[in-house]
């Protein structure tokens, strides 16, 4: 897409990934009008956006995916150019414990998306877009070696990497049914500010400030690939503006680790910021009942993002991590006010059990 002002949709911009996405184009690009469109769910916080709220050129609505009425009532309030599609329950344990809730979201709240998307711009899709954001999950789950390339076959194992496998198949299907204007891009685990602390990260730092125990699934050996946000944000600016319609990019850190190496090295980086002892961290380190059907291992190749539009991670992981638990160790406020409430309930059927 060319840089003229343009109307773009964000949705689930509220969420982590989506606040740096609206964050990024607001600020880098004043001459588009960015309109989050997010339910505000548990993963949703607008607290996430004080800093750019006021900005001539953000609007927030509230919204729900899956509602066809209110999806069409937003195409009707705004010319709307592109959708930035990140709306989605996004948390592959709660996938486990309410998989329709997935279902509900991800495959309905997509297609439902896609369809009114299609009709709003029926006659008309030169000049729009509708970019798909997804995950590495789809994939499935590695052996010791290899990559995951654009032309790994889908083979999604948990509720929610099915329901996004789903999602991603509706919006090819789009395109080679309606020629509708789509891009999809897969990444691996993200990691930086404003991450709920259900996940990896931010639950172990939550814990590590805390001094509570550090649940490690398994025996800690599953390996993900982890990619500073910002970076995400920034491959979704590159593949929104560069990228070929019709195709989809795999986007990721080249930056394996073992779960227990992560956990180890945050502890390290924690007792230094914390002023403790060393090895006072990782003495919380508990290893508890593992996933059910838990992927072994993600591990992205993202040359064709690099070889056709130049894109390559920024940070090294370690300066990201460091950096992250700084955000976090000025940022307690925030952390309370979402572990309040329903997240104290979530952890406690989460874990109390394990
Ligand atoms: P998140 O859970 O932090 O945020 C999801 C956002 O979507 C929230 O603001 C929530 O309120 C909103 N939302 C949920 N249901 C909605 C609905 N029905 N209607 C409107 N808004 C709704 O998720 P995230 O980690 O920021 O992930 C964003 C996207 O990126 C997801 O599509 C996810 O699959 C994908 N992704 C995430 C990662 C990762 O590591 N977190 C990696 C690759 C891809
Ligand atoms: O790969 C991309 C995906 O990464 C995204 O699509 C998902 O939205 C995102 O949540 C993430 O999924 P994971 O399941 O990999 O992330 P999570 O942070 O839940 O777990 C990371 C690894 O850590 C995984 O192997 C499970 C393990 N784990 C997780 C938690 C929450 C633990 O050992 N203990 C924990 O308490």
Known sequence: MRKESKTIVITGGAGFIGSHVVRRMVTRYPQYTIINLDALTYAGNLENLKDIEKSPNYIFEKGDITDEAAMKALFEKYAVDAVIHLA???????SIADPLQFVKTNVLGTANLLNVARLAWQGQFEGKLFYHVSTDEVYGSLGETGFFTEETAYDPRSPYSASKASSDHFVMAYYHTYHFPVIMSNCSNNYGSYHFPEKLIPLMINNIINRKPLPVYGKGENVRDWLFVEDHASAIDTIFHHGKQGEKYNVGGFNEWTNID????????????????????????????????????????????????????????????????????????WIKHVTSGDYKKYYENQYDHR
Not at 88 to 94: F, M, N, P, Q
């Open 262 to 333: 992560l956990v180890h090295l945050l502890c390290k980086i924690m007792d230094e910021k914390l002023d403790r002892q060393p090895g006072e961290s990782a003495s919380l380190i508990t290893y508890v009942t593992d996933r059910p059907g838990h992927d072994l291992r993600y591990a992205i190749d993202a040359s064709k993002l690099n070889k056709e539009l130049g894109w390559k991670p920024s940070l090294q992981f370690e300066e990201g991590l460091a950096k992250t638990v700084d955000w976090y160790l000025a940022n307690t406020e």
């Open 88 to 94: 989605a329950e996004s948390h592959v344990d709660r």
